[in-house]
């Protein structure tokens, strides 16, 4: 095990959760993302904003080593969560474990509701029914889906509508206790008062996890993320607070073209 | 076929059909009616051999006639040896081609990598299910009968038929397991499954019906195929009920085939009785196997 740095700066300065560093990942031969470096503090929103193909789901795969599952996926520099680097990870099961992960379209996999959020739990060893249940209420809870399916929870969860599949996913995603949430472009099946619902939710969760928000709208990331990065082309343009990127702070002009919606 | 504009006469009108229009749907219309005469007639040939069988072999089949030895150097009598026979040869060939199959399309569709290895593996399964069943049959002599000694029985025949039927459950169990969506299997990655877990929670309960069509396949397969079994375990007579897999035993196919070619003076509705025994076995495991895939695809969907 690799034991904490005890080199820290000062303990003024926020602890970082997840450091990317010269982070290149290809397929084959071309390039989804070129020396993208930043670091993700613990207990904020990491907004990820850019337009399509700009290699922001490639970077979210190599956060919880999905390149495992893709043979043509390759990637180069050091990622490391909690100071542990990724490529050290002995047991990569236990990695994709602490991180919860969010697709843009739901996955509301073909069992009941209440399977589908008991998941996670029963592949960790959990087999105790009343334990099982009170981990499925907190989860719907926390998801803003509860109120909607409580009477229904033996139901095909792939029967439900597209936002309720996705509030589902979150749900699933929180059963596993993660430190590290992952959302990608979470809103695109998802009518806006529930997104704003979700949103709420997101910011509560602020306080027990580490959340990385990859988004294509450029007004939710400034509604969430403490800090922004600007991928561009596999390029990572720009990381900062988010709102210098919406004032004259902001360093690139390819930045402030995209914010303002001249391009992208 | 020249103007184009479709202008009724002095008032024109944006939502009539233009000629273009009506020709789609004529073309549309002429090529549904060519797919359903070419579905009728291939429908034809089933219905004529159906009828023909019932017509025929139906005043042979009696209660006697299904639970009785034959007699008479099998010019009468029943078929009870032989149709017990078949049942024996085709759930032992269940028993090793099945675990064997899904097991094999489990690896080569969830595990494997996509190496030269994997795809000679792929090519040698598609050849295997083009081997004639008469080679299959000489390989089974020779492997099963004389090679590891089992002689001429239930377990020789049932174990060459599960090599010639392995193809079939190989291929439909992996086109059924590559039909579960891959973003259920990575959302399930995603949590920290493994790979079995994946399988074992995600991917066997959606592929199961498609797992068992297959199975359906090669009970009507296993249960109609001769040249296999002539060499490696059905006898031609063989007035008793096999005691072990290790003995030989009669079996419907080759008996349809004696019945109608090698014994003088058999009555003529005898070979079609039999025939449409063979048939209705088949019907009604194929039945027993479509209704539990219709119950298990009522519980699971997407």
């Known amino acids: ?264 | 076929m020249s103007a184009p504009a479709p202008v009724a006469a002095g008032k024109p009108s944006m939502f009539a059909a233009t000629e273009q229009n009506v020709h789609n749907q004529r073309v549309m219309s002429a090529v549904k009616s060519l797919f359903l005469g070419m579905t009728l007639l291939l429908s034809t040939p089933v219905v004529i051999i159906l009828s023909v069988l019932l017509y025929k072999g139906l005043p042979a089949i009696s209660w006697e006639f299904l639970t009785a030895d034959p007699i008479q150097g099998m010019t009468a009598g029943g078929i009870f040896p032989a149709l017990f026979g078949t049942i024996c040869i085709v759930v032992v060939a269940l028993l090793a081609s099945v675990p064997v199959g899904v097991a094999a399309a489990l690896y080569l569709s969830e595990y494997a990598p996509d190496t030269w290895f994997t795809r000679t593996i792929n090519l040698a399964i598609i050849n295997l299910a083009g081997v004639p069943s008469i080679v299959h049959a000489l390989f089974g002599l020779g492997a099963f009968v004389l090679f590891f000694g089992f002689g001429t029985s239930i377990l020789a025949a049932s174990l060459t038929l599960a090599v010639m039927t392995l193809p079939v459950v190989i291929v439909s169990t992996r086109e059924s397991l590559q039909a579960v969506p891959l973003a259920f299997r990575e959302a399930c990655w995603n949590m920290g499954a493994t790979r079995w877990q994946t399988i074992r929670k995600v991917v066997l309960p959606n592929a199961i019906s498609g797992i068992l069509t297959g199975v359906i396949l090669e009970v009507s397969r296993t249960a109609g195929e001769t040249a296999p079994i002539m060499f490696t375990g059905a006898a031609f007579f063989l007035p008793f009920l096999p005691q072990s897999v290790f003995d030989q035993t009669m079996a419907l196919s080759l008996h349809l085939f004696v019945v109608s070619t090698q014994v003088p003076g058999v009555p003529e509705e005898l070979p079609y009785g039999v025939a449409l025994v063979l048939i209705g076995m088949v019907l009604v495991m194929n039945s027993l196997s479509i209704a539990f895939r219709v119950y298990l695809r009522r519980r699971k969907k997407w």
């Open chain 1, 1 to 264: 095990m690799v034991s904490p740095r005890a080199d820290e700066p000062a303990s003024t300065a926020p602890k970082v959760k997840l450091s990317v560093k010269d982070l290149t990942i290809r397929y084959g031969q071309s390039t989804a993302l070129a020396g993208a470096s930043f670091d993700v503090y613990e207990n904020e929103i990491f907004g990820i904003i850019g337009p399509a193909n700009s290699g922001k789901t490639s970077l979210l795969r190599v956060l919880n080593r999905m390149d495992t599952f893709n043979t043509a996926m390759s990637w180069e520099g050091q990622v490391s969560l909690g100071g542990q680097d990724l490529r050290t990870w002995r047991n990569l099961y236990s990695l994709r474990r602490r991180i919860g992960v969010v697709f843009p379209l739901p996955v509301g996999l073909p069992m009941s509701i209440y399977d589908n959020v008991a998941l996670s739990p029963r592949l960790r060893g959990i087999k105790n029914k009343a334990e099982l249940d009170v981990i499925v209420e907190r989860c719907l809870t926390r998801a803003a889906l509860w109120d909607e399916v409580k009477d229904r929870q033996q139901q095909l969860g792939s029967m439900l509508s597209g936002g309720q599949q996705q509030r589902l996913t979150i749900a699933r995603a929180l059963s596993q206790e993660p430190e590290l949430l992952l959302l990608d472009e979470f809103s695109i099946a998802v009518d806006p008062v529930t997104t704003m619902k979700i949103e709420d939710v997101l910011r509560g969760l602020k306080s027990e996890m580490t959340i990385v928000l990859v988004t294509n709208l450029v007004q939710q990331a400034r509604r969430l993320a403490d800090r922004t990065a600007f991928l561009l082309m596999g390029e990572c343009v720009e990381v900062a607070e988010t709102e210098d990127l919406f004032t004259d702070k902001v360093r690139d002009p390819r930045t402030r073209d995209y914010v303002e919606g001249r391009f992208g």
